[in-house]
Nanobody, 125 residues
Framework: QVHLVESGGGLVQAGDSLRLSCKSS????????LAWFRRPPGEERDLVAV???????YYTDSVKGRFTISRDDAKNTLFLQMNSLKPEDTAVYFC???????????????????WGQGTQVTVSS
């Protein structure tokens, strides 16, 4: 069982940076594909970035060059470094883990078995 807890959200101004963390006290992170999703106000949940067990990463186009996903499997922690934040990045950010047996990136929502409670990121203009 994996229990994910996000932290690091907050209210910032456009152009600022934030670092989100997602930690689990159970499970072995190296066995899981991990991802960050976000749900903007009034919109559906969207994939932001993925870190696979094989070391691959994926970013949605809108965050490429600004966000970096990384993981510390020894500490069961996933990170999302967000730079040059824009008002359109405002959302609740969720981390998720999948037990799908693949070393590639998992881009669909359905395979993600475990979810955190979310952390709010608000970017003012």
């Amino acid at each position: 069982q994996v229990h994910l807890v996000e932290s690091g959200g907050g209210l910032v101004q456009a152009g600022d940076s934030l670092r989100l963390s997602c930690k689990s006290s159970e499970g072995t992170f190296s066995n899981y594909g991990l991802a960050w999703f976000r749900r903007p106000p009034g919109e559906e949940r969207d994939l932001v970035a993925v870190s696979s067990t094989g070391g691959s990463t994926y970013y949605t186009d809108s965050v490429k060059g600004r966000f970096t996903i990384s993981r510390d499997d020894a500490k069961n922690t996933l990170f999302l470094q967000m730079n040059s934040l824009k008002p359109e990045d405002t959302a609740v950010y969720f981390c998720a883990a999948t037990t799908l047996r693949t070393r590639g990136v998992v881009l669909s929502v359905r395979p993600y078995d475990y979810w955190g409670q979310g952390t709010q990121v608000t970017v003012s203009s």
